[in-house]
């Protein structure tokens, strides 16, 4: 066993290097871990635009799926409601996912691939999407979301990235790519059907937005 990695207990569910907690109807739980590091790699992340929470709306209680691979990782998913599904993945070391979720049918995603990564979510109401691709070293996230038919996509490679996003209402979409490093995004939107979309390409650069509210 991989020395150093968290060992948290929620809701009688203990896993090594995992936390996982779930008020609803049920929980469906996936866990994959290699304290190794030598597991054969991952699909492709790109399916993260690809994922719906129709996927699993439709099914008794909460799902949350973990994979983990590395050293000193830790998954923390805290679910209450119906519908609710949590897929979670990291690679590398010292990197960390907090994700929330409340009420129903809302499905959130975290993938996490270097070092030192860090990522916060949370998300509440109905029929909510979020999602998170980042890779690379010392990146963090911070994604707040609730209301109804809201989606959040936000992919980030490089180094020393960071995204702060606060979305409300409902039919409101963010979607953020940033690639290179030490780039900055802050984002708060609210109302109903209205729509961010960033690109950001290279190193030093900041993109600060408020809309709806």
Do not use: C
Request: no cysteine; net charge negative.
């Amino acid at each position: 066993m991989s020395t150093g990695d968290k060992v948290i207990k929620t809701q009688t569910l203990i896993r090594s290097f995992a936390a996982i907690g779930a008020l609803g109807a049920g929980l469906v739980l996936t866990e994959r871990q290699d304290p190794t590091g030598m597991a054969g790699g991952h699909e492709d992340l790109s399916s993260i635009n690809e994922l719906s929470y129709d996927e699993f709306a439709n099914q008794a209680g909460n799902m949350a799926d973990v994979d983990q691979y590395g050293d000193n990782n830790q998954i923390t998913i805290e679910q209450q409601g119906d519908g609710l599904a949590a897929i979670t993945y990291q690679d590398g070391s010292d990197n960390e996912i907090s994700l929330k979720q409340y009420d129903q049918n809302n499905l959130a995603v975290a993938y996490q691939i270097g070092s030192d990564n860090a990522a916060t979510l949370s998300q509440e109401g109905e029929a909510n999407i979020m999602g998170l691709d980042q890779r690379g070293d010392t990146n963090y996230a911070h994604l707040e979301q609730e209301g109804l038919n809201n989606e959040m996509l936000v992919t980030q490679y490089g180094y020393g990235n960071s995204v702060d996003i606060a979305q409300a209402g409902q039919y409101n979409m963010v979607d953020v790519t940033q690639q290179g490093d030490n780039n900055t995004v802050d984002i708060i939107q609210g109302g109903s059907g209205t729509h961010i979309d960033i690109d950001q390409y290279g190193d030093n650069m900041s993109a600060y937005v408020t809309h709806g509210i």
